[in-house]
């Protein structure tokens, strides 16, 4: 969080019902300036209403937000707007228009100061100058996504609301937002990205919240993952012990023991601590060592820890 104090967004449980069906609920969370916050969850989580809610696109139904240090309500949707920019899930361009007609469009419909600045500024900021001229029908959807990240870059916005800006981009287009990402970061935009690629959070957000109608977790990935594994050693041995209990069962820096492929799993408090322990009783037992490492849980192993969860619960 930034030392100027004040959070970029606030949620204090805030909820979205449509009718009967509820898309989000009791959503509470904080986002520093400056931060990249990643917001996660299954189709129909519950993720663009929750964007399209703090955005003043919808009004929620319960709860409130602070966004951009003004608290949402319908009459200052306009003082909201011109701080923060959403790039919806599909980009909204005019295809028969250019990419500069396009943006001259949209700086007039939100009644920008200095429109050529901002353009060029915008243009500028996703390298696209070269192409101002070409019909946003005729660019490639890498190129497309681009021209949309220019379009919400125009208000200069304070936080920007990015709604799974690689959904469909090959890995080269994909690399190209997560570079423009990390330049705007560097630029202090707060950026709230929502995506469903879990390797994409893990690189670019320094917190994420998973959200599956109700917020589940929220936290650093690395706190995330030690609060739903314990830590443990993965050993692979080229044969397997004759007797393994008897050699785990005498180092006390072990809390339990499963056999994996390969070799054996080992629950410990403190992996570098018990490491050298398990090597030394590994050769003492006449063992082959092919490897002995921490194991590493990536975000997507968490993911699917909670998301099986909520599948348990909602089939009990
Ligand atoms: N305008 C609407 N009217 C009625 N129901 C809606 C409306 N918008 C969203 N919903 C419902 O709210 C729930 C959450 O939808 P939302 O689009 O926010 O999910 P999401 O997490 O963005 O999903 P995805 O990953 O598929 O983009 C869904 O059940 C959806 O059908
Ligand atoms: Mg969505």
Request: with cysteine; hydrophobic share 40%.
């Amino acid at each position: 969080m930034s030392s100027t104090g004040q959070p970029a967004v606030v949620a204090d449980r805030l909820g979205k019902r449509f009718g009967d069906r509820v898309a989000f609920d009791e959503v509470s969370f904080e986002v520093g300036q400056g931060e990249v916050f990643g917001f996660l969850g299954p189709n129909g989580a519950g993720k663009t209403t929750t964007v399209r809610t703090l955005g003043t696109l919808i009004a929620p139904t319960s709860g409130s937000a602070r966004v951009a240090g003004i608290e949402l309500r319908p009459e200052n949707g306009t003082a909201i707007r011109s701080r923060i920019s959403i790039m919806p899930e599909s980009p909204g361009l005019y295809q028969r228009l250019t990419v500069m007609e396009n943006l001259q469009c949209f700086a007039g419909l939100n009644e920008l100061a200095h429109p050529r600045e901002r353009i060029a500024q915008a243009l500028e900021a996703v390298n696209l100058r070269d192409r101002a001229s070409d019909r946003c029908g005729a660019l490639s959807k890498g190129l497309r996504q681009r021209v949309a990240l220019a379009r919400a870059l125009l208000n200069d916005p304070a936080v920007l609301f990015l709604d799974e800006p690689t959904s469909g981009l090959d890995p080269v287009a994909t690399r190209e937002v997560h570079e423009l990402i990390g330049e705007l970061r560097q630029r202090g935009v707060t950026i709230f990205l929502t995506t469903h690629r879990l390797e994409e959070a893990e690189r670019l957000c320094d917190r994420v919240a998973i959200l599956n109608t109700t917020l589940r977790l929220i936290g650093r990935p690395q706190e995330l993952r030690e609060q739903l594994f314990n830590r443990s050693l993965e050993v692979r041995l080229r044969n397997p012990l004759p007797d393994p209990q008897a050699v785990f069962g005498a180092l006390a820096e072990l809390e339990g023991w499963q056999v994996a492929t390969g070799g054996y799993t080992l629950n410990v408090a403190d992996p570098e601590a018990a490491a050298p322990h398990v090597a030394r009783a590994l050769v003492a037992a006449g063992a082959d060592i092919l490897s002995l490492t921490e194991a590493h849980h990536s975000l997507e192993d968490i993911y699917l820890e909670l998301i099986d969860e909520d599948v348990e619960v909602s089939a009990r």
